[in-house]
C-alpha cells in the first residue's frame, strides 16, 4: 500500500443521498471484488484477544487512544466529480423491520460503539463502528483503515474487538471478537479510498465474571497442557489475571493446578442491540444522521470533542472528489466531528429516533476544514454502490458462533 496524499476536491455546489430484502443464508462465493483476511480465527485466539482487553480491570481498554491516521484532508481544488450508481438503489431492511415513526428528540442508537485494535505502534487505539443486520446477526461495519492496516503495509489490525455503547470502561453488551474481515480488492491491494469501508464479522460476546476483577470462583480449571497453550498464544505478553496456578505440593510438582477465566457467552451482537439496515446506490441529496464518537482538536486548537460519549449531526449529502487519494466517488455532508475518532461513524439514511433503526448509507473515512475557518465542517464517505454491497451480501451470510 502506498502513501495517502492530503487534498480533498469538493463540488463548487454545496447543496443537494444522501429495494431489497436480506439475502438467504447460502454458502455464497465471495464476490470478484472480495477481499478477506482472518482476525481472530480460532476459540483460543478470540478468548487469548478478549483477555487482552478485559485484564487489569479493563485497563487496555481505557488507555486505548483514538485513531488519527490520514483522518483530516485539506480541500484545496474544486471539481464536479462524484460518485455515481452501477444499478438500480437497493435496501437491506434493519433486524426487526423497517424504521418507523417520527419524534423531536433524537435518539441515539443502541448499534453504535467503539472498534478497539492494537496499531503497528503495538498501542491500543479505538474508531467508531455500527452492527448491522447480517442472517446470523454477526456483522460490524466501519472505516476500511480502521481494519486494514495501511500505514505498515500489514494485512490487519490485531486483536480487534468490537463494544457496542462503550463508555469509560463499561461494556454493557459485552465484547465482540472479530472473527473475520472483508473489504473491497481495490482497497486491500491498491488503497483507493472509493473504497474504504470494511465489513466484519464477530462471535457471540464474551463477558467476564465480576467484569474483569478475577475473583474465586471465576476461574475454569484446565489441564496444563491448555494452560500451557492458552498462555503460549500471540506476541503479547499475557497481562496479570488471565490465567493462574496453584502449587498443591510445592512448585513443579505433577498434580498442581491451572486455571483460566472463565468467559460468559453473551449472545450475538445483533439479539443484543439490535442491527441498522443498508442502502445502496441511492440517489445524492437526502438527509443522513451521523452518529460516532468524534475527539481531538479543530484546527485553531478548540476541543469540542471528548470521544467518550456518542454524538451526531443532520444534514445533505453531496458529491465530492479526490484524485490525490485516489478517491473520485465520495459523499460529503456538512458535519462538526473532528477527526480523532469518527472514522467509521455509522451515516443512517431515513433513520427513526422512536426505533432507533435507518439504513446505513455511507462510513466517515475523513474530515474537512472546506472554508479555511479552521474548524471542520464535513464529513467524507464513500459511496455505497453495488459492488459495496456484494461484498456486504457474502460476510452477512457467514456464521461465527460462541467460544464461551
Not at 441511492?282 to 470533542?305: L, T, W
Not at 484524485?323 to 461513524?345: N, R, Y
Request: with cysteine.
Amino acid at each position: 500500500m502506498h502513501t495517502r496524499a492530503k487534498h480533498l476536491i469538493l463540488p463548487a455546489i454545496a447543496a443537494g443521498l444522501l429495494g431489497s430484502a436480506l439475502i438467504a443464508p447460502s454458502a455464497a462465493s465471495a464476490a470478484p471484488d472480495t477481499a478477506s483476511d482472518p482476525l481472530a480465527g480460532s476459540g483460543i485466539a478470540a478468548w487469548n484477544v478478549a483477555a487482552f482487553w478485559y485484564a487489569e480491570s479493563k485497563a487496555n481498554l481505557i488507555a486505548a487512544t483514538p485513531y488519527t491516521v490520514e483522518t483530516q484532508v485539506v480541500a484545496k481544488h474544486v471539481s464536479k466529480g462524484g460518485p455515481a450508481a452501477d444499478g438500480k438503489p437497493g435496501k437491506v431492511e434493519p433486524i426487526g423491520g423497517k424504521p418507523s415513526g417520527l419524534s423531536k428528540n433524537v435518539n441515539l442508537p443502541k448499534t453504535t460503539g467503539k472498534v478497539f485494535f492494537l496499531d503497528a505502534d503495538e498501542k491500543p487505539h479505538w474508531c467508531t463502528a455500527t452492527s448491522l443486520q447480517s442472517h446470523y446477526r454477526n456483522l460490524v461495519a466501519t472505516a476500511g483503515h480502521c481494519v486494514y492496516d495501511t500505514e505498515s503495509n500489514a494485512a490487519t489490525f490485531k486483536y480487534w474487538v468490537f463494544v457496542p455503547g462503550y463508555y469509560q470502561g463499561k461494556t454493557p453488551w459485552g465484547i465482540y471478537v472479530g472473527k473475520q474481515a472483508f473489504t473491497h480488492y481495490d482497497f486491500d491491494v491498491y488503497e483507493d479510498f472509493d473504497r474504504d469501508y470494511a465489513f466484519v464479522t464477530v462471535y457471540n460476546a464474551l463477558k467476564a465474571p465480576h467484569d474483569g476483577g478475577a475473583l474465586p470462583g471465576d476461574w475454569k480449571k484446565v489441564s496444563k497442557a491448555q494452560y500451557d497453550k492458552y498462555r503460549s498464544y500471540g506476541t503479547y505478553t499475557p497481562a496479570v489475571n488471565q490465567f493462574t496456578k496453584k502449587d498443591l505440593h510445592g512448585p513443579g510438582t505433577a498434580d498442581d493446578e491451572y486455571f483460566i477465566w472463565k468467559f460468559v457467552d453473551g449472545g450475538r451482537l445483533g439479539d443484543n442491540v439490535g442491527g441498522q439496515g443498508l442502502a445502496y446506490n441511492q440517489k445524492k441529496g437526502g438527509n443522513v444522521y451521523v452518529f460516532g464518537y468524534p475527539s481531538g482538536s479543530h484546527p485553531d486548537g478548540n476541543y469540542a470533542f471528548t470521544g467518550k460519549t456518542q454524538k451526531w449531526c443532520y444534514g445533505k449529502t453531496w458529491a465530492a472528489a479526490s484524485s490525490d487519494i485516489k478517491a473520485q466517488e465520495l459523499l460529503a455532508v456538512k458535519c462538526p466531528f473532528t477527526g480523532e475518532g469518527a472514522s467509521g461513524s455509522a451515516w443512517l439514511y431515513k433513520y427513526s429516533n422512536p426505533t432507533r433503526k435507518g439504513y446505513l448509507n455511507g462510513l466517515t473515512i475523513a474530515v474537512s476544514d472546506t472554508d479555511d475557518n479552521q474548524r471542520i465542517d464535513t464529513s467524507l464517505s464513500p459511496y455505497f454502490d453495488g459492488e459495496l454491497y456484494d461484498i456486504y451480501k457474502h460476510a452477512a451470510n457467514l456464521w461465527s458462533g460462541s467460544i464461551a
